[in-house]
């Protein structure tokens, strides 16, 4: 078994560590396909051998430069890595336009290979006809500059996000209603003034607490204008660039491109499935909304709509008074090295795993490393990179590192957060939960023989419903009363959790709206390409959920999925339909050892093997259904 991958220790290491790193796993794609080029005598198994080591290779090359370009504090170093991705992303778009390595699977004969080798032909064999391979020589030219030109405006894209900090000054009146530990880390300055920023240690306690309408305004005001103008003309030519590809390609648009490989099955399903939430969530978004109307007009009585700066914190409002939550209180029982260590218990618990810490040099003093291990048996090293710094990835997500292959290599993943260092929100810790599902996930698929179908390699459409069913192990009682505890040490009560559930429910269908509409815009947006996209992401925005977007605006500008998930932020709640679906088979005990263990050995560790939908239909015993999704809407 190889080593876990080696980061320099040295600062002055790294700039030539990334374009070693670079050169080494190119030169490993280029041989194996002299090899398969040149070797007409190879089996058929011999074949697919020979493309495992090309993925691998390039799975190590995509994982390590992606990382570093969203995470090293060194703005070369992250240069280095963005020219790394970008020169790997069109090493493998250009592989599947080279006519000779498609003859060699095309004459490949699936008759001689067992289930799983046919399958990762049949995939092999798809990917090269939807890279264009079969195309004249002029198009798949033509293709491959496209190809190319989507990689470098979606690194644009999120380097711009990235590094599109900004701050506002606001009076020192304008904090009424933060917490005391927020206000003692935000000094008043000689003119009275306090700073601002839109990282999420600032944003997510303003929109949540401040009674100060203006103060909210103004700060999600200037998250929704996140890297704009700059992305204003990345957005508009990555729009066109892929309706090109898809259209050169043969199919009607970019989401029909996108949804071929997905559960979904094709991009008119995308609104059809729309539809579907815009009726499930209609009439109780309408009845949530009037109740925060009024609400927010007790407040700001000549009001005549809520906005999304008014969202979160009218919901906290009315949870207080109406359901006796109060989110300060609540915050108090998270500090977040208890949420960290706790996930850590909780999951190892519920996984039959464990977090064994080792020393291994990283990219910042931030980041802590685990061994994930069973019995004593190493079965991956996760990386834990949680706080926010310049430059460095201003979301949540989960980076595959290391594809994990059976009897040669054990995988890694990384997350990438921006949690603050002290008491943490419960949304945090939701979030928590849910990236940390897409990293054990990550881990524990990671034993399969194919590159192909280890780890999060599945339908992209599924891969968020691990994630979202972990999340509801955040508002079990049991589990948070395992860790959650305020700086006395008492123990969150359960009879608090109870009561954060029951009001969790209200504001649910507007949530769905809220969603709906970033699924409604990556989708108008990607088949519709309009000119003015200001204009039309806000109608969507407006047309899709009674709470209002901010007016002369640009959240598209800073909408990170937009590269990653295209037309496809349907997914979100597409899996989340299977996440509740799933949750259901733990039958009101999230850690039923034998839910828990059937779970984890039918689902997540077979990674990309099978469909998901077999998967899911395996552990459920049917066909997944939409009416857990329903009931939860309902609050029921």
Known sequence: MREPLQFPEAADAWLPFVTAFAADRTAVVSDVDWRLVQDASLAPIERLELWNEADIALGELLGAAYLISESHPDAAVREAAESAAQEAEALAAARLLNPDLWAVFAAADAAALHPLEQRLLSHIRRDFRRGGVDLDAETRERVRSLVERDT?????????????RREIRVPAEGLAGLPQDFIDAHPVDEDGFV????????????REYARVRETRLALVAAYNDLAWPDNESVLAELLEVRAERARLLGYADWAEYE???????????????????????DLASSAEYD???????????DVDEVTIADFWYVLGAIKREEYDVDAQLVRSYFPFERVRD???DVTGRLLDIEYVPVAAPTWHPDVASYDVVRGGTALGRIHLDLHPRPGKYSHAACFPLVPGIKGRQLPEAVLLCNFSRGLLEHDEVVTFFHEFGHLVHDILAGGQRWARFTGIQTEWDFVEAPSQLLEEWAWDADVLGSFAANAAGEPIPADLVARMRTADAFGRALEVRRQLGHATVSYRLHVDR????????????AST?????LRGVHPYAGFGHLTGYGACYYTYQWSLVIARDLLSAFDGDLMNPDAAARYRTEVLERGGTRDARELVEEFLGRPFAFDAYRAWLAGE
């Open 195 to 206: 700073t601002l920023t839109t990282d999420y240690t600032d944003l997510m306690p303003v």
């Open 530 to 541: 309009p000119g003015d996209l200001q204009g039309a992401t806000e109608r969507l925005y």
């Open 342 to 344: 706790g996930i850590l």
């Open 152 to 164: 470098a405006l979606s690194l644009a894209f999120s380097r711009n996000i990235r590094d599109g």
């Open 259 to 281: 949804t071929e490989t997905r559960m979904i099955g094709s991009g008119a399903a995308i609104p059809a499935f729309l539809e579907r939430l815009d009726i499930a969530s």
């Open 291 to 301: 109740r925060v109307l009024a609400r927010l007009r007790q407040d700001a009585p």
């Open 545 to 549: 959920s009674p709470v209002q977007p």
